[in-house]
């Protein structure tokens, strides 16, 4: 099924839909452990989740086999990340057609960043220089078969923040008119870079409506769960971070249960309030860990841990293997 249906129904029931995102683990441990995670977090029954695509396309092999796992083994609607850097237009159609193969129904379209060492994005031969070509494609050539969804940035793409105040007020409404032609030419549903301002996040959503866009706009939640981490990923998306939040971290910063703790209850805060604005879909970056993410979910009373009474499903051992 798509990610649009799955998230239509979930909201006609009167529900929040939340997801969750994982990536390709670097050892065949990690890859077990995935799995076994996996198995724990879908008995509470998020309406889909997603498998990165490594940067540069590093884990093409990889994170075709995982989403073939993910649907067709622990059963959980699969959107797969397909970016468009190192793709000539053939070896994108060879993963499109495995996923189609595989019974996926759902692409995150991306373009993709530079790949390692290089600083801009430049096109390969035969290939696609953003991610509208590639929804433009997808549609050309599979018809109505994928449900698209395309990432939208609150802040603006960090290839134009230029300055520490953020993007100019023109990149900034640049970038929503093409996230507007990447829905007008098929995508389906929006997937925002992660936040922690969360007043960005709902002016975002506002001015998207005005300029017609009407899909629906979920919102990319990083719960903080390492201090390391949290600046390495702000830093690299230029993501704005409350002084109240750099206040709160400063004391804590070496202890890394008080971190986990305290972005578990920052999540809870920042997802009450997108709900209470009646946003009501979630996408969890759970960096493969689970203990964050469904403490959120917790706190927000959207999982009950004492109502799970199915026993985890047995499986077969995955036998991915990395090359
Ligand atoms: P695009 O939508 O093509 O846009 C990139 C920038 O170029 C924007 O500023 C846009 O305004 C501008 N632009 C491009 N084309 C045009 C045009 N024709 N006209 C006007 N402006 C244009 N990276 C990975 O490697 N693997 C992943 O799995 C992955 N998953 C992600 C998931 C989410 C939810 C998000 C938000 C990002 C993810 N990324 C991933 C990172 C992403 O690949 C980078 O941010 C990349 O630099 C841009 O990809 P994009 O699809 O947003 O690009």
Not at 112 to 117: I, L, R
Not at 237 to 242: G, H, L, S, Y
Not at 287 to 294: D, H, I, R, T
Request: contains cysteine; negative net charge; glycine residues 8%.
């Amino acid at each position: 099924m798509k990610v649009i249906d799955k998230i239509n129904n979930g909201l006609a029931n009167n529900g929040v839909v939340f997801s969750f995102e994982f990536f390709p683990p670097r050892t065949e441990e990690g890859i077990d452990n995935l799995f076994d995670r996996m198995d724990r977090m879908v008995v509470h029954q998020p309406a889909f989740c997603d498998i990165t695509w490594g940067a540069g396309g590093s884990t093409s092999a990889l994170t075709l086999d995982i989403a073939n796992k993910m649907q067709n083994m622990i059963c959980v609607e699969t959107m797969m990340h397909l970016t468009c850097t190192n793709m000539p237009v053939e070896k994108l159609e060879d993963a499109l057609n495995t996923v189609k193969a595989n019974g996926i129904q759902n692409i995150l379209a991306l373009r993709g960043d530079p790949p390692h060492g290089q600083d801009t994005f430049v096109t390969i031969e035969g290939g696609f220089s953003c991610a509208l070509d590639l929804v433009k494609h997808i549609k050309a050539k599979y018809g109505d078969y994928f449900g698209i969804t395309v990432a939208g940035y609150p802040e603006a793409h960090p290839e134009v923040i230029t300055s520490e105040a953020g993007a100019t007020e023109e990149a900034y409404r640049k970038d929503l008119a093409y996230l507007k032609e990447k829905v007008d030419a098929g995508a389906e549903v929006i997937v925002t870079q992660l936040f922690y301002d969360t007043d960005i996040f709902l002016k975002f959503v506002s001015n998207c409506r005005e300029i017609g866009i009407k899909c629906p706009i979920v919102p990319g939640i990083m719960p903080i769960q390492n201090y390391k981490g949290f600046l390495r990923m702000t830093s690299l998306c230029k993501t704005k971070v409350p002084e109240e939040i750099k206040a709160a971290l400063e004391p804590i910063k070496d202890n890394e249960e008080a971190v986990r703790a305290y972005g578990i209850h920052l999540g809870t805060e920042m997802c009450k309030k997108i709900l209470a604005h009646d946003i009501r879909t979630l996408h969890l970056y759970s960096l493969n860990l689970e203990k964050s993410v469904l403490g959120i979910l917790q706190n927000l009373g959207l999982i009950d841990f004492s109502k799970i009474s199915r026993p985890l499903p047995w499986r077969p051992p995955t036998n991915i293997r990395r090359n």
